[in-house]
């Protein structure tokens, strides 16, 4: 059964880091792009940081570039989020999901397998 699982989140001030990570299972890890998407309270689901399948090129929300850095670990199905100088808009619901196109499109109609999401809260 495909599943992906993240993990990493909770509660930090601002200025401070945090790694999530999205390991899965029961598929082919590296023939999916994966990107990270958030949703605070009260907005939509929003693109963070997406690495591609093809290339493992990398794209950022404009909101987080210079911030947030994303890499994949294929040898451990394994996608990791660092996020450092967190402010509190950065509050959210982080989900991964995969989709088979080769290159980053950070849409959600787009992916067709999500986790579950880990909640991240910077506050002071």
């Known amino acids: 059964q495909l599943q992906l699982v993240e993990s990493g989140g909770g509660l930090v001030q601002p200025g401070g880091s945090l790694r999530l990570s999205c390991v899965a299972s029961?598929?082919?890890?590296?023939?999916?792009?994966i990107s990270w998407f958030r949703q605070a309270p009260g907005k939509e689901r929003e693109g963070v940081s997406c690495?591609?399948?093809?290339?493992?090129?990398?794209d950022h929300a404009d909101s987080v570039k210079g911030r947030f850095t994303i890499s994949r670990d294929n040898a451990k199905n394994t996608v990791y989020l660092q996020m450092n100088s967190l402010k509190p808009e950065d509050t959210g619901v982080y989900y991964c999901?995969?989709?088979?196109?080769?290159?980053?499109?950070?849409?959600?109609?787009?992916?067709?397998?999500w986790g579950q999401g880990t909640r991240v809260t910077v506050s002071s």
């Open positions: 029961g598929f082919t890890w590296d023939y999916y792009t």
């Open positions: 690495i591609s399948r093809s290339d493992g090129s990398t």
């Open positions: 999901a995969a989709t088979v196109q080769t290159m980053c499109i950070m849409t959600p109609p787009w992916y067709d397998y």
